[in-house]
């Protein structure tokens, strides 16, 4: 399967506890977005990266979220002490590069926070 | 800022036309995309716009003016799996991040 991968597509957390969401891009790109989507909501940005470099971090709550790109593996969104505000879906997209029109998107990590 | 609004809800039937709208107001515009959603999936990528006029793919077309901040998209001979949301989204110019519309939720009736 060459599209973009999440894992995990479930993921249930009680309050105050870490999520950390994966996603590993479609062989070839080396940028990725990440979106939350609230249910009844549109898709909101949140991040982009390329590896080993945050591009555009407006979307971020100030507090409690990271993200990362490394060098070698998958890109980690990470949630501290998750709230149930938080529970959402969470999905990662990918494009070859900033410039070109298309971004490939992944199942999605659907958290819910107990 | 940027905005982007659409309908949130249509109806159409089996076989039919159905058109959806986009209005959107930003600083700057470099490209406008429609995708589909459906129920609990990843959205898929329908169309991309950045001229004006019409784009013909199939059953989906996609038209754009830029002077009036207005966007559609013409789904042709609907069928029951047509029945999804579908997200018009912006990017701004100098930006590489895309803004998505709420989305409009499309149910096709028999």
């Known amino acids: 399967n060459a599209g973009v991968m999440q894992n995990p597509r479930h993921l249930v957390r009680r309050r105050g506890q870490e999520a950390r969401l994966r996603c590993s891009p479609m062989?070839?790109?080396?940028?990725v977005y990440w979106y939350r989507q609230l249910p009844e909501e549109g898709l909101k940005f949140m991040v982009y990266l390329q590896k080993e470099n945050i591009i555009d971090e407006s979307g971020m709550p100030k507090e409690r979220f990271s993200a990362e790109f490394p060098k070698e593996g998958p890109s980690i969104l990470r949630i501290q002490q998750v709230v149930r505000g938080d529970s959402a879906a969470y999905f990662c997209?990918?494009?070859?590069?900033?410039?070109?029109?298309?971004?490939?998107f992944g199942p999605g990590t659907r958290l819910t926070v107990t | 800022g940027q905005n982007i609004d659409q309908p949130t809800e249509m109806t159409a039937t089996e076989g039919a036309i159905v058109q959806i709208n986009c209005t959107y107001q930003t600083s700057g515009f470099n490209g406008l995309f429609w995708y589909q959603q459906h129920a609990g999936e990843a959205p898929t990528f329908l169309s991309y716009n950045v001229l004006d006029g019409l784009e013909e793919k199939g059953r989906f077309s996609s038209f754009l003016s830029r002077s009036k901040g207005y966007s559609y998209l013409l789904l042709k001979e609907l069928q029951m799996k047509d029945s999804a949301s579908y997200l018009c989204?912006?990017?701004?110019?100098?930006?590489?991040?895309?803004?998505f519309g709420k989305g409009t939720r499309l149910h096709i009736l028999p």
């Open positions: 989204a912006v990017r701004d110019l100098g930006d590489d991040k895309i803004i």
């Open positions: 997209a990918s494009s070859v590069s900033g410039g070109t029109y298309e971004q490939y």
């Open positions: 062989k070839g790109h080396s940028h």
